[in-house]
């Protein structure tokens, strides 16, 4: 839990065709010229204060309460400044982004609300006094409770059979779910995956979110706000890479978790059963796409959390949703979240945007989307110039395909320690991508 989530779905899709296969120019701030909106298109190109923010996420040390956390995160984050030698202008800032456990901020559940408030009010605080923004990414689907998810061990903590309301079926009847078999976060078992549409689900979302983290989040704001640097907060991702699991297909998209369900007895079916049944659906009154009411249930949990926090007095501008930006019919079988997912009344739309998929060969996929819904402004929540397969684009190209086209926002998977995650930021601090982005902190036009 100390580095950025996993590499996103993208960068699982590329390794699991790595696998199937097998067995899946310096850059000089000197030579480029002042920015230059002009064109033929308009695209928005700025948060609502006209910042836009070059975000990387930090293995700062914080989540243990015996930790020294405002003296972890300066540390990282000193060196991230120094790796650039500027933290940008009034306009364009370097961040640093930490991964926030919310689900662990209400005590009633066992969680440490103190903690969390800590880790909030620490990271601004570093924020503040180095002059960089601060970015949050809400685990807010994975990593709950026990006492919210635990239906079917009495011997282990938070157990409740009532819980069954609160994970997903794989069945009408409401079969639930032991645990969740993740491409998102490395092929791995996880809890089980979360009925997201649940009464329980959604009281603690809003609990969470309305009494201890908005609150905290809103108070470090206002310590901003009074020493005039309120742009300093760079926002919040408030949505993992969306995904309502379907297994039915499992065993050809990802060998190695079929053979883990198949070892777990787990059922390799569809899930969302629950939140279908929550919605009015049954097995005599089913909808008339399966993968478009997932789809809805998935973009809805999104809007929720958003909406959550608005209510609690935080701007639309500064909060983004994750959808992992896939086409491929089995990947979209499995997450049941396509590109229009992102989209919702109470954020702005936010992929993950490794060049890899349906962007190997640009962003263009993702401009017709924004352009469909008015070209709002948008970020790019999980990155990197380079993917799992080693494929990469010129660091000036990357950046100038989401700031040029209305980004406001790309948060760079800098964090991540595993085999993908190196492999993600083989080129992240090469000569050429650190002379990008300093050429984008200055504030000079990048070319595409």
Known sequence: MTHFRGFGILASILLVATVLIVAFLGISIFSSHPQDTSGPETFATSTQDGTQYLVFGIAADVYDPGKDVHGNLDKQVTSLINRLDTTGDSKHRLGFMIVLPVWFADSRMGGDQAHIEKIIKEAFAVAKERNVAVYFTFYSFTRWPAQMWNWYDPAQPGYNSDNKKNVEWTDWSGTPTKN???????????????????????????????????????????DLKSAGKEDLFGGITLSEELSLDDYSGIDKLNPTLGAMMTKDGALKARLGYCALTNLGYSQTNPPASYSDALAKVNQDYAAYWGKQLIEAGISKSKLYTHVAPATEAAYLQYTNAPIDTAFNEYSN?????YIAGPLTKGLDVLYKALAEHGNPTWGSTESSPTNIMGTRVMPETFLAWHYNHGATLIVMNAADSSGGGQLLGKDMWSSQSVA?????LAGWQLEE
Do not use: H
């Open 349 to 353: 739309p936010g992929w993950t945007t």
């Open 436 to 440: 990008a982005y300093k050429k984008f």
């Open 180 to 222: 969740r078999y993740s491409l998102q976060e490395g092929e791995t078992r996880m809890a089980p995956v979360m009925c997201y549409n649940s009464p329980t689900v959604l009281s603690e979302v809003s609990y969470i979110l309305s009494k201890v983290v908005g609150p905290a989040i809103l108070r470090s704001i206002a």
